[in-house]
């Protein structure tokens, strides 16, 4: 990490702050500002950092910017959901290129993937039957797919294997988690603001992750 990173880095970390406190305390205007404000840093960062595999880093950028564009889609008043869930659905699918570029052997494959898929039936259990049975089950398909692409994700960060890149990935997917939960499970007051800052430290360590 350069000066410059971890200065931009910082300007990240202050927008993301703001967030959490418009998304706690109900401020929209904030809110639209700082989300895709804090995005858009961590993609500068991405790109002025010097990464240890520039390919990765190419990826990443992507999946950033895919991030961004399900940020703006999710947060507008309008049910933007599905366009959401396809951005960030497409995101994964970048990052999990990123990671497959550099796995280290399959037994980490195997690691991986027994611990994503684990946590993942678990989860589906409790998740899909609400949105089958739900006010729009057309919604089933969309969200089997997405699971199994973020599952992919996180198994391909483990089984790549740095300690930063697997917390992130398992935040980012602690986040969508709790989204899905809020959505079709049992909302709790507390979710909006627990699935933002999960999903800004995943972010961040994401990016960071690219210098190891």
């Known amino acids: ?16 702050a703001a967030d959490w406190f418009a998304v706690a305390t109900q401020r929209r205007v904030l809110q639209y500002f700082a989300k895709p404000a804090t995005l858009s840093v961590l993609i500068v960062v991405a790109v002025v950092l010097h990464p240890e595999h520039h390919d990765q880093r190419s990826w990443f950028v992507v999946a950033l910017a895919l991030s961004l564009a399900g ?86 960060a483990i089984a790549a294997g740095p300690v930063l890149a697997t917390a992130g990935a398992v935040s980012f997917y602690a986040s969508d988690t709790l989204i899905a939960w809020e959505r079709f499970v049992r909302p709790r007051p507390w979710m909006p603001l627990a699935v933002i800052v ?10 960071v992750s690219l210098t190891r």
């Open 198 to 207: 999960t999903y800004h430290l995943g972010q961040a360590a994401l990016v």
């Open 71 to 156: 940020d703006v889609f999710l947060m507008l008043p309008n049910d933007l959901f599905v366009p959401g869930l396809a951005s960030f659905l497409l995101a994964h699918i970048a990052y999990t290129i990123g990671f497959v570029l550099h796995i280290r052997s399959a037994a980490s494959i195997a690691v991986g993937c027994i611990a994503v898929v684990v946590v993942g039936a678990v989860l589906a259990s409790r998740i899909l039957p609400r949105v089958v049975h739900g006010d729009d089950p057309t919604l089933g398909g969309p969200v089997v797919a997405y699971m199994v692409v973020i599952s992919a994700m996180v198994a391909s």
């Open 1 to 16: 990490m350069t000066a410059t990173s971890w200065a931009l880095l910082a300007v990240a970390g202050v927008l993301a």
